[in-house]
């Protein structure tokens, strides 16, 4: 018998997530220093931390010794004033795949499907196939999520829908009048998941208003993270916003502790470091116009994006992935999101862009 036989057969069938290559691994295999190694591959901000959530750390390591409230009063508290809800909305998670993973925990059986996009996130299928529930994986447009197919492949049994936006690993934005028209449309009985990893990324007139529609669409979740723009990937802070009735649910799943006391400590700082996050917004604005304008001298064409990664139509993706790789640049193959001639760049400094577009450059000129 082998123990494999043990687990259910949806936890048998997880195909596991596949993070970005790590650095220390990458210097091992090639033989160089880490100093030497560019990361460009899990969307993390290339400027660090805020500055402010740094010196709040460094206060707070007298305090390791004792659990973290568990009830998290103080990020509550911050997260409210900053995003003009109730405490009583929200609900903490260890990162926001924590809060994907406890949506998902708190609401779904075996019984019930789970909408989404092809080329979606890919903790959606894995969240659900851990359950036991059914993936139903809808075409999109192009690469932009097709709303109007996601609504009609909606079934009797669809409990849950899960939608990016700004999409990862696309990068494409889908206005919000469609997402609102998507919540008038689903039944009330089907929970909408919107993931806005990305929201800090984009320009005032497309910030979010899904905060708006909570009161009138009480089977909304919304998805943030602290992983992006207020750079604090390491640390592992995200929340949902919700009705109350439904974030008390997900409290109740939760685990008492599952955000630490220097994550809560760094994210109550970063939250309003709005300095911070405007400079991750405008450098990222800049690269994202460097690199796409590096890419089309190249030839190449570029999926346009919304998000601080940009994803790129290379051809044979495998191979200038190892290339970049040889030349000390990692960036993110896609053929696990069905795209095998992409690859997914994170935007970095201006030195970093120019270091990936030259690397890109003679990956593609090597015979
Ligand atoms: C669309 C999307 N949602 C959620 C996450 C999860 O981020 P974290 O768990 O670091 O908050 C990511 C990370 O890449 C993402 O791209």
Redesign the pocket.
């Known amino acids: 018998m082998s123990m494999k036989d043990l687990a259910p057969a949806n936890v048998r069938g997880i195909s596991p997530y596949v993070p970005g290559k790590p650095i220390s691994e990458t210097a091992r295999e090639l033989g160089l220093k880490e100093a030497d190694i560019l990361k460009m591959a899990?969307?993390e901000n290339p400027l660090g931390s805020s500055p402010k959530a740094i010196a709040a750390l460094r206060g707070a390591l007298e305090t390791l010794a004792y659990y973290p409230d568990g009830a998290g009063f103080d990020l509550k508290a911050v997260i409210s004033r900053v995003f003009g809800v109730k405490p009583e909305n929200l609900v903490l998670?260890n990162?926001?795949?924590?809060?994907?993973e406890l949506s998902a925990r708190s609401f779904l059986t075996r019984d019930d499907s789970v909408v989404f996009a092809r080329h979606a996130?890919m903790?959606y299928p894995l969240v659900t196939q851990a359950i036991g529930a059914r993936s139903i994986e809808v075409p999109t447009r192009g690469f932009e999520t097709d709303i109007d197919a996601l609504v009609a492949a909606v079934r009797p049994d669809t409990k849950m829908l899960f939608v990016?936006n700004p999409?990862?690993?696309t990068g494409t934005f889908t206005p919000w009048n469609d997402l609102r028209s998507l919540l008038e449309r689903v039944s009330p009985r089907v929970l909408v998941v919107l993931?806005e990893?990305?929201g800090e990324y984009l320009p005032p007139e497309l910030r979010s208003p899904a905060l708006e529609w909570i009161a009138r669409f009480p089977n909304l979740i919304v998805?943030r993270?602290?992983?992006?723009a207020y750079g604090l990937?390491g640390l592992?802070?995200?929340f949902a916003i919700a009705h109350p009735e439904v974030a008390e649910l997900m409290n109740r799943v939760r685990q008492p502790f599952n955000v630490n006391q220097l994550a809560m400590v760094a994210a109550c700082a970063a939250l309003e470091d709005f300095d911070f996050i405007e400079k991750s917004r405008s450098v990222n604005a800049a690269g994202l116009v460097q690199i796409g304008a590096g890419v089309a001298r190249l030839g190449l064409e570029v999926i346009p994006s919304r998000t601080n990664f940009i994803t790129i139509r290379v051809g044979a993706a495998a191979k200038i992935y190892e290339r970049l790789l040889a030349a000390g640049v990692i960036v993110r193959p896609l053929a696990g999101y069905g795209m095998p001639e992409h690859l997914r760049v994170t935007v970095g400094t201006a030195e970093q862009n120019a270091r990936f577009l030259a690397s890109l450059e003679a990956a593609l000129a090597a015979p």
Do not use: Q
Request: proline share 4%.
């Open positions: 899990s969307n998670g990162g926001s795949n924590d809060v994907l996130f903790v990016a999409n990862n690993p993931d990893a990305y998805s993270t602290l992983s992006k990937a592992r802070v995200g």
